[in-house]
């Protein structure tokens, strides 16, 4: 007779893992990412950031619960200054950008199942009234009439006749990201003019303000650095990497009263950042940096610090994807 694993997995294939297999799953660091807490469906901007509902977190929480050591900030320190292997899998648990379903969604759900998370802010945004680029660009797309978008300096146009708005949008977006030749706020500038679009609404913020991070700093969350205003740092000069790394650092210590050990990379791609920026981090203060890489952390080290991967939660997952996830990393690694 066929177990339930192996039925579920003749039923959904790759959609599950068995219970060996996965008892199997390498010693490391799994540090675990979100953006927003949500439904897509009802956002008037980047619906690409939304990486679940609170029913499915929740869920995601209670998995960390059972399968991981759940570690918070000063116990991930503890390990890395520990300089011993890592003997079993740990999770940490982060967050990007800073929304406001972070702290009215995910806050909530964090202290009902007593864990620890790591916010990363931006520095700008969270000081109130900012819109993000990136939800600036897909308000844009969502009311663009156009059926291609191309900046004057872009060599090719962004196809916008797909029915899939999510998909015209992670296209545009794509080519933002690309694009070296012009700041984010020269590129949005064009943007606007050819897409003719409504003004951004002046509703209250999409991010938390510094009284609720506050709140949750009081309450044993972790606020770390997202840059002030999330470019890509490779883009940038020596000069404004470390502006961006040390002021927004500072800010968040005389908001908050406490030490920022921890910084994201904006966009977290190989190349969104580089060795320097690791050094920089390293020179501003920071004791730990995260890329937004997928992979495993199999070692914590002084060298391997300002580089750490990141498993992307995104799509609504359930609980057996993001194991499937998971265990697509682990056979990468064993490669």
Same mark, same amino acid.
């Given at each position: 007779?066929?177990?339930? &694993?192996?039925?579920?997995?003749?039923?959904?294939?790759?959609?599950?893992?068995?219970?060996?297999? !996965?008892?199997?799953?390498?010693?490391?660091?799994?540090?675990?990412?979100?953006?927003?807490? *949500?439904?897509?469906?009802?956002?008037?901007?980047?619906?690409?950031?939304?990486?679940?509902?609170?029913?499915?977190?929740?869920?995601?929480? +209670?998995?960390?619960?059972?399968?991981?050591?759940?570690?918070?900030?000063?116990?991930?320190?503890?390990?890395?200054?520990?300089?011993?292997?890592?003997?079993?899998?740990?999770?940490? @648990?982060?967050?990007?950008? =800073?929304? @406001?379903? /972070?702290?009215?969604?995910?806050?909530?759900?964090?202290?009902?199942?007593?864990? /620890?998370?790591?916010?990363?802010?931006?520095?700008?945004?969270?000081?109130?009234?900012?819109?993000? !680029?990136?939800?600036?660009?897909? !308000?844009?797309?969502?009311?663009?009439?156009?059926?291609?978008?191309? %900046?004057?300096?872009?060599?090719?146009?962004?196809?916008? #006749?797909?029915?899939?708005?999510?998909?015209? @949008?992670?296209?545009? %977006?794509?080519?933002?990201?690309?694009?070296?030749?012009?700041?984010?706020?020269?590129?949005?500038?064009?943007?606007?003019?050819?897409?003719?679009?409504?003004?951004?609404? =002046?509703?209250?913020?999409?991010?938390?303000? !510094?009284?609720?991070?506050?709140?949750?700093?009081?309450?044993?969350?972790?606020?770390?650095?997202? #840059?002030? /205003?999330?470019?890509?740092? &490779?883009?940038?000069?020596?000069?404004?990497?470390?502006?961006?790394?040390?002021?927004?650092?500072?800010?968040?210590?005389?908001?908050? /009263?406490?030490?920022?050990?921890?910084?994201?990379?904006?966009?977290? +791609? #190989?190349?969104?950042?580089?060795?320097?920026?690791?050094?920089?981090?390293?020179?501003?203060?920071?004791?730990?940096?995260?890329?937004?890489?997928? *992979? @495993?952390?199999?070692?914590?080290?002084?060298?391997?610090?300002?580089?750490?991967? +990141?498993?992307?939660?995104?799509?609504?997952?359930?609980?057996?994807?993001?194991?499937?996830?998971?265990?697509?990393?682990?056979?990468? %690694?064993?490669?």
């Amino acid at each position: 007779m066929l177990s339930r &694993a192996k039925i579920r997995q003749f039923l959904f294939g790759a959609r599950t893992v068995s219970d060996k297999r !996965w008892q199997q799953r390498s010693p490391g660091v799994y540090v675990f990412n979100y953006h927003r807490i *949500g439904d897509a469906r009802f956002s008037e901007f980047d619906p690409n950031v939304f990486s679940c509902t609170s029913e499915q977190f929740e869920q995601h929480l +209670r998995f960390y619960k059972q399968e991981f050591t759940v570690v918070n900030e000063s116990e991930l320190l503890s390990l890395l200054d520990s300089n011993k292997p890592i003997t079993k899998p740990y999770a940490l @648990i982060t967050f990007d950008d =800073g929304y @406001i379903d /972070s702290y009215q969604h995910a806050f909530p759900l964090l202290k009902k199942h007593d864990l /620890s998370a790591v916010f990363f802010v931006v520095t700008e945004y969270t000081d109130g009234g900012s819109f993000a !680029w990136w939800d600036e660009v897909a !308000w844009l797309v969502k009311h663009c009439q156009l059926s291609q978008l191309k %900046l004057e300096h872009w060599p090719d146009a962004v196809d916008l #006749t797909g029915k899939n708005e999510t998909q015209n @949008i992670r296209k545009v %977006l794509y080519a933002f990201k690309a694009d070296q030749q012009f700041s984010m706020d020269e590129k949005l500038a064009q943007l606007r003019v050819i897409c003719k679009a409504p003004v951004l609404p =002046g509703s209250n913020s999409l991010f938390a303000n !510094w009284q609720q991070l506050k709140e949750m700093a009081d309450a044993g969350m972790t606020i770390g650095s997202h #840059t002030q /205003s999330h470019p890509i740092l &490779a883009h940038l000069t020596p000069q404004q990497q470390r502006i961006e790394l040390h002021e927004s650092r500072i800010f968040i210590q005389d908001q908050l /009263s406490n030490s920022v050990s921890m910084l994201a990379y904006p966009v977290g +791609r #190989t190349d969104s950042f580089t060795e320097q920026t690791q050094e920089m981090a390293k020179q501003c203060g920071y004791r730990l940096a995260f890329s937004f890489m997928n *992979g @495993i952390n199999t070692k914590l080290t002084e060298q391997s610090a300002y580089s750490l991967k +990141r498993i992307s939660v995104d799509g609504n997952k359930s609980v057996d994807s993001l194991k499937v996830q998971v265990m697509a990393l682990h056979d990468k %690694l064993a490669r």
